[in-house]
């Protein structure tokens, strides 16, 4: 199972993208993890590349993936913000809740990072 959706850079796309992964899910599923995973990756796509968005979420011997792809050429990098500080932690979370991650860039057409669930 493939599905793919893009989005635009708004906050309203964040919830969008949560919605659209939490709809491709089954029961046997993280669905919180899954939620907190892509919303932590649509709010970088949003907030950091301010370019569209697309989300794919992908089925393979068992392992659930998402991916989220956005037209920067940025990589993402794990902040390590001092406890005043109320942002910079979104990929430590990814790291945290992810069973693995990575990033994949792609020459003239941005990034994509993936987790897998």
């Given amino acids: ?10 906050l309203a796309s964040i919830s ?15 669905l919180e993890a899954a939620e907190l995973l892509v919303s932590e990756l649509a709010s ?9 968005f697309t989300v794919t979420v992908d089925r393979f011997d068992g392992r ?11 990589l993402p990098t794990v902040h390590h913000p001092q406890p005043h500080e109320l942002r910079g932690r979104g990929m430590q979370i990814i790291d945290s809740f992810a069973a693995t991650w990575g990033v994949a860039e792609i020459p003239g057409d941005g990034k994509s990072v993936w987790v897998v669930v």
Avoid at 16 to 30: E, P, W
């Fill in 1 to 10: 199972m493939s599905r793919l959706r893009r989005f635009k850079p708004s």
């Fill in 16 to 30: 969008a993208a949560r919605s659209f992964v939490a709809g491709c899910l089954t029961s046997d599923d993280d």
């Fill in 44 to 52: 970088n796509a949003v907030l950091h590349a301010k370019t569209s």
């Fill in 64 to 74: 659930l993936t998402i991916e989220v792809h956005d037209e920067s050429r940025e």
